[in-house]
């Protein structure tokens, strides 16, 4: 089973409309979570970190649930501009330094 | 001004030879990284350095060794290139290792290696 899991997608979807990506993670002892936005050919950029009690960031809404190991990103109000691919992040442990482990990423097509 | 760069942007090479890719960050970070992202699109760490110092190393042939001369540079050396080694690097670096699960990493623009 891969450490995080993630839907690759596309979401093919018209401009205005909300769109939800979920990500799944194996390792209940993982302690911070992230979404990382990267676009085609370029590198990934932190979008946002999510907190267990959920976190907005004007169109983006974060949410995490730790029983069932389970984060999503809410995207409203879709423009041209979030056409990206994205990428669920969570921490893992090695020795006494944190590493970041990431999804394969969900890309998402955002149509005029 | 480039927080995190990384040179070459290409590089194309033959099996069996040895290259270096380099990176630089003038973020003042603590911690730097060497990503490797596969035609998959997976991003995997495959080293971590601390202040010079090693301390994340995952499973990599030991074909690659990372240097990092100052906590501004990490440089990779990749000996006996394969077909397999042609991929995506990318560096990275953040405030500091311990609190680094919390913080931003920010990552370079990366080297697009493809072996022949």
């Known amino acids: 089973r891969k450490e995080v899991e993630q839907d690759p997608g596309p979401f093919n979807v018209p401009e205005g409309a909300t769109v939800a990506f979920n990500c799944t993670y194996s390792n209940s002892a993982s302690q911070s979570f992230f979404w990382y936005r990267q676009d085609c050919r370029k590198e990934p950029k932190l979008l946002m970190s999510v907190y267990s009690s959920g976190n907005e960031d004007g169109r983006f809404t974060a949410q995490l649930n730790r029983a069932s190991q389970y984060i999503s990103l809410l995207i409203r109000d879709s423009k041209l501009s979030d056409s990206a691919t994205y990428l669920c992040?969570?921490?893992?442990?090695?020795?006494?330094?944190?590493?970041?482990?990431f999804g394969s990423g969900t890309r998402l097509l955002v149509r005029p | 001004d480039t927080a995190v760069s990384q040179t070459p942007k290409y590089l194309v090479t033959q099996m069996g030879n040895d290259k270096s890719i380099k990176c630089e960050q003038n973020l003042g970070h603590d911690t730097m990284y060497w990503y490797k992202q596969d035609s998959k699109k997976f991003l995997k760490i495959m080293f971590s350095y601390n202040n010079k110092e090693l301390i994340i190393n995952e499973t990599v042939p030991n074909r690659f060794s990372p240097k990092s001369p100052d906590k501004a540079h990490l440089n990779l050396h990749i000996n006996s290139l394969e077909l397999g080694d042609s991929a995506v690097y990318f560096c990275a670096s953040s405030q500091d290792r311990k609190s680094g699960a919390r913080e931003t990493q920010y990552f370079g623009p990366g080297t697009r290696l493809l072996v022949l």
């Open positions: 992040v969570v921490t893992g442990r090695k020795d006494s330094s944190y590493k970041l482990i």
